[in-house]
């Protein structure tokens, strides 16, 4: 990696202050009961290596969006309980993230000590990469590492604005793994390489598809997207999702996947949905919705597709078991729903048993892994969607950028 990283500067942490953003974001129930610490222990290997050089710690963070007042419900205080359990230390919590007395607790740390400060979102500065916050933030720490890759494809003070007041800015070990991976679907990757893309919108994903299609060798579709490109083909696709004004869109993308020999595979075949009238919650009435196979193209006026069919499944695991590298982002149906993770569960469980290299780019496709319980059999999920996607749409991002060159 052409960025200094948490390694190349392992030498020079002894009795440094060390300011570290960390992606904290974690999930909380009503109760303000972290309900996954993954992004936690995510940190936890950069973390480590920090105490065990005998630096001082800073780590900052955010938490929810605050939309920069103090909220109390967005505290990281939760946070810091949770992270002393994970590391067996304490560490210590100051309650803002700026400010003399904050200040103060950074320079009153011993080597090895660390400690977490407060929501840094409590402070509109903060999204708005504002220079003096960016400064005062940097005054707390004489060397700078990122180790969040999720908020990597943000400007904020704490990603980017730092990086101009700390003389040595790294890569952590989890920014430096996501990089690594992502980076080489994009450089190298092993021949033949499909992408998988789904979810809701093509709109989403238009940059993704423009830039993949230098590099893959085809891109199956699934999810609600499909239902856009199979318009666009002329088929009939009911009340299924679809954004009419992308269906030219989707259209072009058809045909310059033609011009450039990408295989652009579709469903052909659907589970499809007729949901109950009346208003209410799209999820709910979804549960309690008449729903059957259709095996064909065409979906009837009143039905909307909400999961590809079984012989899709077989066509694109067919496609999976002979592929070297996958990339995979967005689900093949609403997996939520039981009935209608088949799909999904079907491309995940194709994708572990290819012995190819597989990379997941977070947001849904990592929940659904999750609910599966298949995350551990895929080579790399990442930590952060919008920032894979970013990254895989050839978009430089503000935090790697920022960081010092070697």
């Not at 940097?138 to 980017?160: M, P």
């Not at 992502?182 to 238009?206: H, Q, W, Y």
Request: net charge neutral; hydrophobic share 40%; proline share 3%.
């Amino acid at each position: 990696m052409a960025k200094l990283t948490i390694e190349d500067i392992s030498g020079e942490l002894k009795g440094k202050k060390v300011l570290m953003r960390v992606d904290f974001n974690v999930p909380l129930d009503a109760n303000r009961v972290i309900t996954s610490d993954k992004r936690i222990s995510a940190s936890l290997p950069s973390i480590k290596f920090v105490i065990e050089k005998g630096g001082k710690l800073i780590l900052m963070s955010h938490l929810g969006r605050p939309k920069g007042k103090k909220t109390p419900e967005f505290s990281l205080d939760v946070v810091v309980v949770k992270l002393s359990e994970l590391l067996g230390k304490p560490v210590k919590f100051a309650h803002d993230c700026i400010g003399d007395e904050v200040k103060k607790m950074a320079d009153s740390l011993n080597d090895g000590d660390v400690m977490l400060l407060e929501n840094l979102r409590f402070y509109k500065e903060e999204e708005g990469n504002d220079p003096e916050f960016s400064k005062k933030l940097a005054s707390l720490g004489e060397i700078y590492i990122n180790d969040a890759f999720g908020t990597a494809h943000r400007a904020h003070a704490s990603t980017a604005g730092v990086c101009k007041y700390i003389k040595k800015c790294a890569a952590g070990f989890l920014m430096e793994k996501e990089l690594k991976f992502l980076g080489k679907l994009l450089s190298k990757p092993e021949k033949p390489f499909i992408a998988i893309l789904g979810g809701a919108k093509v709109s989403d994903k238009i940059m993704v598809i423009e830039n993949l299609l230098n590099i893959v060798d085809g891109i199956i579709i699934g999810g609600g997207m499909a239902y856009t490109f199979l318009k666009a083909k002329g088929r009939q696709i009911g009340d299924s999702l679809c954004e009419n004004d992308k269906v030219n869109t989707a259209k072009e993308i058809l045909k310059k996947a033609l011009d450039k020999n990408v295989s652009i595979y579709l469903p052909i075949d659907h589970i499809v949905a007729k949901l109950p009238q009346g208003d209410g919650d799209f999820m709910e009435k979804l549960k309690k919705a008449e729903y059957k196979e259709v095996l064909v193209d065409d979906i009837d006026d009143g039905w909307e597709g909400v999961d590809i069919g079984k012989n899709t499944i077989e066509k694109f695991s067919n496609v999976i078991a002979k592929s070297k590298t996958i990339f995979w982002n967005g689900p093949m149906g609403v997996f939520e729903v039981d009935q209608f993770s088949k799909g999904t569960l079907g491309i995940a469980q194709a994708m572990a048993a290819s012995g190819a290299v597989t990379v997941v780019g977070g947001g849904d496709s990592a929940s659904a892994l999750k609910k599966l319980k298949l995350t551990d059999k895929m080579t790399h999920v990442s930590t952060g969607g919008g920032a894979s996607m970013e990254f895989m749409e050839g978009i430089e991002l503000p935090g790697v950028a920022a960081l010092t060159d070697k």
